[in-house]
């Protein structure tokens, strides 16, 4: 369900992202390949890739010092992204859906930055699942891995921790980025990360392919975080 050409950019893309940040987990080639089908024997084709194992536990989003740990690690990211050569790959899938009027700067993004794509082991950060990068402005990114977490508080997997997440988050970022963000820009593109999760849900073919292969039961979780999103005006 995906395109073979964009996927072999990605990794590569990847790849590249590794040589400069350690932290990232690099593809690893199959019989010289970084995407490598499977042929099934019904006749579907798939296509696999491989990445170095990130050992450790997932960042707390009711730690403070994770938080801004988390914060830290992303602004360390767009500061490496910035230095890898500019490939051809699209927007953002959230960017490419809405189309923002934005006239500032873009650079390569991680496109799906959220905790749940960090794991943490004795102090060291592993960042993976580069399946969704693309370019945008670095505040969308930021956007993202807010957004993330206030669906689990709205959606009540881990209530009330949105607020001093991204307190310390956003410390977390400033004290290392030179990008000073805007917190209009940041609450913006949350808006427009919301935005297109609603026009996903409404025309399923349209979407990402985690959206057009969710059940029933997820699309209405989605379905009722945006209806909360907007019924609290975050």
Not at 69 to 98: C, D, F, I, N, Y
Not at 99 to 110: F, K
Not at 118 to 126: D, K, M, T
Not at 144 to 162: K, W
Request: negative net charge.
């Amino acid at each position: 369900m995906v395109d073979r050409t964009l996927l072999e950019t990605r990794a590569e893309t990847t790849a590249a992202i590794a040589e400069v940040d350690g932290r990232v987990c690099r593809p690893l080639p199959v019989d010289g390949l970084l995407v490598t089908s499977l042929d099934g024997d019904d006749g579907w084709t798939g296509l696999v890739t491989c990445f170095a194992y990130a050992t450790g536990v997932a960042p707390a989003v009711d730690n403070r010092d994770d938080a801004a740990l988390v914060g830290r690690a992303l602004a360390g990211l767009h500061e490496s992204m910035k230095s890898v050569e500019q490939r051809a790959l699209p927007l953002v899938a959230t960017l490419a859906t809405v189309q923002p009027d934005w006239s500032g700067p873009m650079q390569l993004l991680h496109g799906d930055f959220n905790t749940g794509n960090l794991r943490l082991a004795e102090g060291v950060v592993a960042i993976f699942d580069f399946d969704d990068c693309g370019y945008g402005p670095p505040a969308f990114d930021v956007a993202n891995a807010l957004y993330m977490v206030l669906f689990d508080d709205l959606t009540g997997r881990h209530p009330s921790v949105f607020r001093p997440f991204s307190e310390s988050f956003l410390l977390g970022y400033h004290s290392v980025s030179d990008h000073v963000l805007d917190p209009a820009d940041v609450g913006g593109f949350t808006d427009l990360r919301v935005s297109a999760l609603e026009l996903w849900l409404d025309d399923p073919a349209t979407a990402p392919v985690g959206i057009r292969t969710a059940t029933g039961e997820w699309q209405a979780i989605l379905r009722s975080f945006v209806d909360q999103y907007r019924a609290q005006r975050f």
